[in-house]
């Protein structure tokens, strides 16, 4: 069994030990067990159990109830790494998102595409965000007749405010159910901003995209 441990700065994913898991199947069977009965059962003193307890008890995996002895939470190691990857906010896995202005043409935008080796145009006006571009939307101008040198990319943009929106607080969680549910790409990171006129307005700070959801669980694969 793997357990992972996820702190600010890292992913930390450990292999129980053999005596652990048998501390485990001994309190699944035996439940409430005490400390006294369970180093018995293993033949070893208590002080040397008390290590393994510790790390089944933070864990989460077994509950220590004061005069009772320990329980079997039922948590599965899938369960433990969901509580874990639960917490991570949007603000730990953001990237820098590939963004231009609306009048940038159809043709320079495709280039920023590219060039920024993504699946989605970010479009602002006066720094904030207005809309947003696909690879499909491209595909759908650039198969058709219009001169895609001279349209302005903010022509062809889904417009807010009928774009999905995530902000630094976000569940990263959240995020990767919400590029599911929508079947986009990626999504912009948000800022709201009041104008003086009460107007509300976003600054993009970021994105979210399916590299990123990818690049999570790879760092989880990889114990960082």
């Known amino acids: 069994m793997y357990l992972c441990i996820i702190n600010a700065e890292r992913v930390i994913i450990i292999k129980l030990t053999k005596r652990q898991e048998e501390i485990i199947e001994i309190v699944k069977k035996n439940q409430p067990i005490t400390s006294e009965k369970l180093a018995e059962m293993l033949n070893v003193t208590r002080a040397a159990l008390r290590p393994d307890l510790a790390i089944l008890t933070m864990t989460g995996i077994l509950e220590a109830r004061p005069k009772v002895g320990y329980l079997y939470s039922k948590k599965s190691s899938n369960s433990l790494i969901f509580e874990a990857i639960k917490d991570i906010k949007v603000s730990e896995i953001k990237s820098k998102p590939a963004i231009v202005t609306e009048d940038t043409t159809v043709y320079d935008a495709i280039v920023q595409l590219f060039l920024n080796d993504a699946g989605t145009i970010f479009i602002v006006n006066n720094g904030y965000l207005t809309g947003a571009v696909s690879r499909k939307d491209f595909l759908k101008i650039a198969m058709g007749n219009s001169d895609i040198h001279k349209v302005p990319v903010g022509i062809i943009m889904t417009r807010m405010p009928n774009i999905i929106t995530v902000t630094d607080d976000d569940l990263a969680y959240d995020a990767a159910k919400k590029i599911i549910e929508h079947e986009v790409d ?11 006129d009460g107007k509300e307005v976003y600054k993009i700070t970021g994105k979210v995209s399916k590299t990123n959801i990818t690049k999570l669980f790879v760092k989880l694969g990889e114990g960082r």
Do not use: G, H, Q, T
């Open 186 to 196: 990626s999504l912009p990171v948000v800022e709201k901003v009041i104008l003086d």
